[in-house]
């Protein structure tokens, strides 16, 4: 079964830096695109920012010019390079990644950032 692990959340002060990694595992199909949702506190689940296999990307208005997503060459491990961190970046977040001829949705099991003032 495809696994998607997130790492690298944590406590950081605002003005700050954080990177996410997501590794994919287990997917016999190629990783057509992955990226980041994150849901804070009493907020719906929003998109942060995404990558294809061909390596376009896509943010959230909210975090461009302060969040870089990139994956590696193999293409099963995303990140997110988080600079200039605000209280208001204060979630979990999730990992996705749309795999194989249906680009279906794998998500991962979230990881906490938090924002401090």
């Known amino acids: 079964q495809v696994q998607l692990v997130e790492s690298g959340g944590g406590l950081v002060q605002a003005g700050g830096s954080l990177r996410l990694s997501c590794i994919a595992s287990?997917?016999?199909?190629?990783?057509?695109?992955m990226g980041w949702y994150r849901q804070g506190p009493g907020k719906q689940r929003e998109l942060v920012a995404t990558i294809t296999r061909g390596g376009s990307t896509n943010y959230a208005d909210s975090v461009k010019g302060r969040f870089t997503i990139s994956r590696d060459n193999a293409g099963n491990t995303v990140y997110l390079q988080m600079n200039s961190l605000k209280p208001e970046d204060t979630a979990v977040y999730y990992c996705n990644a749309g795999i194989g001829p249906f680009t279906s949705n794998y998500w991962g099991q979230g990881t906490q950032v938090t924002v401090s003032s």
């Open positions: 287990g997917s016999i199909f190629p990783i057509n695109v």
